[in-house]
């Protein structure tokens, strides 16, 4: 499969889906790109638009999304281990059952979103904004940060003592 977008000149770029993984898609127009399963690990996708995004199982580990548009983005059951999302745009992002462990969100504006059952042990979570965010069965450890007076148990959160599994 041959990913097909536009740089920031207006300039089609085609990248083949094996060359995805450590690829350099800063500031490229991924709107609505099709990405499932996808293997995005150690890419930067600094300032991309990624808005309403599929990237539903996708290996996103390691990459840098600081600055990208991810409204509305559908990260369902990614694995995002390691990754940095710093005051990247996540507004009504689905993110159900994905792995945000060790992961960067500092600054990240996650209003809207849905994070039920997913993991932010070890997660810097200082958020920008988010409201209106479910992360109802979302899993933290004690290591995790959050904003300033933020409750992570009255947002849904459980605590994780046991990481053993």
Request: hydrophobic letters at 40%; proline letters at 2%.
């Amino acid at each position: 499969m041959i990913i097909k977008c536009v740089d920031s000149y207006g300039t089609l770029v085609k990248i083949p889906e094996r060359e995805l993984r450590g690829a350099d898609l800063s500031g490229l127009e991924l709107h609505r790109a099709l990405l499932q399963n996808a293997d995005l690990q150690g890419s930067l996708a600094v300032d991309a638009n990624m808005r309403g995004a599929f990237l539903q199982w996708a290996n996103l580990a390691d990459a840098n999304f600081s600055g990208a548009n991810l409204i509305t983005a559908d990260v369902w059951h990614a694995h995002c281990r390691g990754a940095s999302f710093s005051g990247a745009k996540m507004r009504g992002v689905v993110a159900e059952h994905a792995s945000f462990v060790r992961a960067d969100l500092s600054g990240a504006d996650v209003c809207g979103g849905t994070f039920k059952n997913a993991n932010f042990v070890d997660a810097i979570c200082d958020f920008s904004e988010y409201d209106e965010s479910d992360f109802e069965g979302a899993i933290f450890s004690e290591d995790t940060k959050f904003p300033p007076g933020f409750d992570p148990i009255a947002h849904g959160f459980t605590l994780v003592t046991d990481r053993s599994s």
